[in-house]
């Protein structure tokens, strides 16, 4: 929603103070330029990112707008379900929780969180995790490297579309005067046309280098942001489930693992220690 919104307040504040300026806007509309532009940042990137990247990136641009910001209940949502996941454990062994982990999607504790459950990566890490202890006694440490490696990998994987997108922004202001400088030479063509016909095909020229700009600055490196962020909110997510895991495998309580996955949840979206309580009140 704030990425359309955002969207609209650009155009409109760019083109609308061109406007009150006392500009046309026939003259900015320029589709060969933004072919040029547009075709050429395309190719690009076809050209740099072997296919498995491009479909992913591609993809990923759709969550600009999709994407949803994890808010204190969905961080309340995941800390609830690992608590009455390892008070199962705890109450009738850690094999109890075979039939959660084995086929995550007929879990009726796990699917009595919708927010956990759509998020198939936060889930299968969850469920992954937990098989680790199921298959065998794991050290401590040896547990605490293995989630942290595991979200690394993941992170690293994550911020592969941003870095494309970002490369794609960091090129359009170059080809955007690619595209003037071809207007140029349509313009030397014209030498001997009078100064209005020469001056037009001048502005038409600089159209070009104004689109790659525009387009860069103002939609293609915030969309490259805004995936980093999105990537960013999904790694605290992993890492609160991992303090709460390596503290039940030290041997800690269910309320007490929760409290360090608590410690882990940003400032902003921390759910207090009365909501969890509340919350947790009648898992015990």
């Not at 969180?113 to 299968?124: C, E, G, R, V």
């Not at 293995?146 to 994550?158: G, K, P, Q, S, V």
């Not at 690619?178 to 030498?191: D, E, N, Q, S």
């Not at 790659?212 to 890492?239: C, D, R, W």
Request: aromatic share 6%; proline share 5%; hydrophobic share 45%.
């Amino acid at each position: 929603m704030f990425a359309i919104i955002g969207i609209v307040l650009v155009f409109a504040c760019v083109f609308g103070g061109y406007s009150l300026h006392g500009g046309h806007l026939g003259v900015l509309w320029q589709p060969t330029e933004l072919l040029i532009i547009g075709g050429a940042a395309v190719g690009a990137f076809l050209i740099s990112s072997p296919k498995s990247i491009a479909k992913g990136t591609i993809k990923h641009i759709a969550y600009v707008f999709t994407g949803k910001e994890p808010a204190a209940s969905d961080y309340q949502d995941l800390l609830t379900l690992l608590f009455e996941l390892i008070n199962i454990a705890r109450r009738d062994g850690i094999v109890a929780l075979e039939p959660h982990v084995a086929k995550p999607e007929q879990s009726a504790t796990l699917n009595k969180y919708p927010s956990i459950a759509k998020n198939k990566q936060l889930a299968h890490f969850i469920c992954d995790n937990i098989k680790c202890l199921l298959s065998e006694g794991i050290d401590a440490h040896r547990y605490d490297d293995l989630m942290r490696t595991d979200i690394a990998t993941m992170h690293h994987h994550a911020m592969i579309a941003p870095g494309a997108v970002t490369k794609i922004a960091d090129a359009l202001p170059g080809l955007g005067i690619v595209a003037a400088v071809l207007g140029i030479v349509l313009t030397m063509g014209k030498i001997n046309e009078p100064p209005e016909v020469l001056g037009h095909s001048i502005g038409a020229a600089l159209v070009g280098t104004f689109l790659g700009i525009l387009m860069s600055y103002g939609f293609v490196g915030p969309m490259a942001t805004n995936l980093e962020y999105q990537a960013k909110a999904q790694h605290h997510m992993l890492h609160v489930v991992k303090e709460v895991l390596a503290a039940f495998n030290s041997g800690f309580s269910p309320l007490l693992s929760v409290e360090m996955g608590r410690r882990a949840i940003p400032d902003d979206a921390r759910p207090s220690m009365d909501d969890m309580e509340g919350a947790l009140r009648g898992k015990k």
